[in-house]
């Protein structure tokens, strides 16, 4: 089994920074791609980023060029540094792994979520 957890979620103004990490622990053998994705009240959970095990990274459109997500592969943990923030992006942010256990096969992993509120 793998948990994974969010946190660094909090409060910020507009025009500001904030970090989010994401650290997996349990039984596993192997974590490839890390994720982060979105969901804002009444909305649909929205792609933001995503990782692979080799730090290739793709974006959602709404967060190119303003966010950066990032792994690190030895402690088993995703970051994602967000900036200029707006009031669009408040959300609560998930994690998301495929973690092999055991044999296989490659199974996925959700957080809890962490809030993130832009606001004045």
């Known amino acids: 089994q793998v948990q994974l957890e969010e946190s660094g979620g909090e409060l910020v103004q507009p025009g500001g920074s904030l970090r989010l990490s994401c650290a997996a622990s349990?039984?596993?053998?192997?974590?490839?791609?890390m994720a982060w994705y979105r969901q804002a009240p009444g909305n649909r959970r929205e792609f933001v980023a995503r990782?692979?095990?080799?730090?290739?990274?793709e974006y959602g459109d709404s967060v190119k060029g303003r966010f950066t997500i990032s792994r690190d592969n030895a402690r088993n943990t995703m970051y994602l540094q967000m900036s200029s923030l707006n009031p669009a992006d408040t959300a609560v942010y998930y994690c998301?792994?495929?973690?092999?256990?055991?044999?296989?096969?490659?199974?996925?992993?959700w957080g809890q979520g962490t809030q993130v509120t832009v606001s004045s």
């Open positions: 998301f792994a495929n973690v092999l256990v055991g044999s296989g096969p490659w199974s996925t992993a």
């Open positions: 349990g039984s596993f053998v192997a974590i490839h791609t």
């Open positions: 990782i692979s095990s080799d730090g290739i990274a």
